[in-house]
């Protein structure tokens, strides 16, 4: 009975209605520095830092809580000395504040290197041995040769170049290959919708080479511009059956206008816009 009474006294309820409000608030703070601490349901989206120089992307960095680290240096072209040629994770991408985004670099100064030996090669070998000593595939010509697709000569500047020369890491390297002696033609493949560096690769890949360039100047005005730029037409167009000579010139037009990229025609399911 008086176990009984104990329950139901004043006492006991004050005691009990103060332990809950104790318990409530400490879920509820626990709750919330968790809620802090893991940074809950919030994300930020990646910056792209590509083509800027380490101090443009230092100042974007602080304004969205991310920490640079640079890991790696390249040499290329296709950005300026100084300026960065990659990052992990990409632009675009969620992460949570005071995360840590990786840099690559193109360098000030190229290094060198020796020219490899590609003559007497396939085209495949060949790609594979450029990529190896950093350097890029030029232009593709082709000439009646019985050795279909083997590099005959080796091309720098206009002139052949020696394997052991040494050279800028980066440079580009144009080949000179047999076609056979039939007269061996490429498909037109579609471009459009490819960014220019996968277009080179598509277009490598069918023995032909990128022409001129037509740029949209109301939409790339500087080189990350043309970095993202997106293919919005070719010539010669890509048609069933289409074909020409090895080695051909295929034009593009470059755009980042959303309307004209919304405007492509139904790409191959193989193509990626970037």
Do not use: C
Request: hydrophobic share 40%; charged share 20%; proline share 3%.
């Amino acid at each position: 009975m008086k176990f009984l009474k104990f329950f139901i006294s004043k006492v006991f309820l004050i005691n009990l209605i103060i332990v809950i409000i104790l318990l409530v608030v400490g879920y509820l703070s626990i709750a919330f520095w968790l809620e802090s601490y893991t940074n809950h349901n919030q994300a930020i989206t990646v910056p792209d830092y590509k083509g800027l120089t380490l101090e443009e992307a230092e100042e974007l960095s602080e304004e969205k809580n991310i920490t640079l680290k640079i890991i790696d240096s390249v040499y290329t072209k296709n950005v300026d000395n100084g300026a960065i040629y990659s990052q992990i994770p990409e632009a675009e991408f969620k992460v949570k504040e005071e995360r840590t985004v990786y840099l690559t670099i193109n360098s000030i100064i190229p290094e060198s290197i020796q020219m490899p030996n590609l003559v007497g090669g396939s085209l495949r070998q060949a790609k594979s041995d450029l990529e190896i000593y950093g350097l890029n595939i030029g232009n593709l010509s082709y000439i009646p040769d019985i050795a279909t697709n083997s590099v005959l000569k080796q091309i720098y500047n206009g002139k052949e170049i020696k394997n052991g020369t040494i050279i800028e890491i980066g440079s580009s390297i144009d080949l000179v290959l047999g076609k056979g002696l039939s007269n061996q033609k490429a498909f037109v493949p579609n471009i459009k919708g490819l960014s220019q560096d996968k277009a080179i690769e598509k277009l490598k890949a069918s023995s032909l080479n990128i022409g001129a360039i037509i740029v949209d100047k109301a939409t790339i005005k500087t080189i990350k511009d043309s970095l993202k730029a997106i293919i919005y037409k070719q010539y010669p167009m890509h048609k069933k059956d289409a074909e020409i000579n090895l080695g051909a010139f295929i034009d593009i037009w470059i755009t980042n206008n959303e309307l004209l990229i919304n405007e492509l025609d139904t790409i191959d399911s193989n193509q990626i816009i970037e």
